[in-house]
T-cell receptor, first 117, second 112 residues
Framework: AQSVTQLGSHVSVSEGALVLLRCNYS??????LFWYVQYPNQGLQLLLK??????LVKGINGFEAEFKKSETSFHLTKPSAHMSDAAEYFC???????????????FGPGTSLSVIP | GAGVSQSPSNKVTEKGKDVELRCDPI?????LYWYRQSLGQGLEFLIY????????KSGLPSDRFSAERTGGSVSTLTIQRTQQEDSAVYLC??????????FGSGTRLTVV
């Protein structure tokens, strides 16, 4: 079965510094991978997704993630952190063999990002 | 509607009572999920519906929990004989195709 781990339940960065949130997955077949963000007291919003096209995926708000099969990783990065990036970030994996058939989406435990002025 | 709609947005119930939570997915989305998010915790998978396939119920925590999806659209999550540990935000999401999934705003359930 697929699973997701996120290294670091809490990450703090200075405003303007690089953001790196780690995600590793385990899957026996090529997965679909997602990053979601949850701002305080709000629902989850899709940041970006990897669906077997380009390995470097660009998302909203300047975030991007790179799928590395050899490392089974899908780390999320942003060159320069902004105060508004403070939120909970969830990595998720889904086994998708066909365009019309999808396995359930499993979420990682989440990483809380704090941005220090 | 344009998004996933969940109702009620907040529900306070007494221990032992039954509750029903409703999810209206985006029209045309064949996949529908229920997750539970407890305070300060991640998302716990509960149940997954995909088209006409049998639902994946592997995440339901006990037989007090059940869910159905009528006509491939609206879904209802029912919790019988609620317990205090059932207090959480219950999130519904729907999806179609190779994209990610759109989440509703959730139902905050408080069992007193």
């Amino acid at each position: 079965a697929q699973s997701v781990t996120q290294l670091g339940s809490h990450v703090s960065v200075s405003e303007g510094a690089l953001v790196l949130l780690r995600c590793n997955y385990s899957s026996s077949v090529p997965p679909y991978l997602f990053w979601y963000v949850q701002y305080p007291n709000q629902g989850l919003q899709l940041l970006l997704k990897y669906t077997s096209a380009a390995t470097l995926v660009k998302g909203i708000n300047g975030f991007e993630a790179e799928f590395k099969k050899s490392e089974t990783s899908f780390h999320l990065t942003k060159p320069s952190a902004h105060m508004s990036d403070a939120a909970e970030y969830f990595c998720a994996v889904s086994l998708s063999q066909e365009k019309t058939s999808y396995d359930k989406v499993i979420f990682g435990p989440g990483t809380s990002l704090s941005v220090i002025p | 509607g344009a998004g996933v709609s969940q109702s009620p947005s907040n529900k306070v119930t007494e221990k032992g009572k039954d509750v029903e939570l409703r999810c209206d997915p985006i029209s045309g989305h064949t996949a529908l999920y229920w997750y539970r998010q407890s305070l300060g915790q991640g998302l716990e998978f509960l149940i997954y519906f995909q088209g006409n396939s049998a639902p994946d119920k592997s995440g339901l925590p006990s037989d007090r929990f059940s869910a159905e999806r009528t006509g491939g659209s609206v879904s209802t999550l029912t919790i019988q004989r609620t317990q205090q540990e059932d207090s959480a935000v219950y999130l519904c999401a729907s999806g179609q195709g190779a994209g990610g999934y759109t989440f509703g705003s959730g139902t905050r359930l408080t069992v007193v």
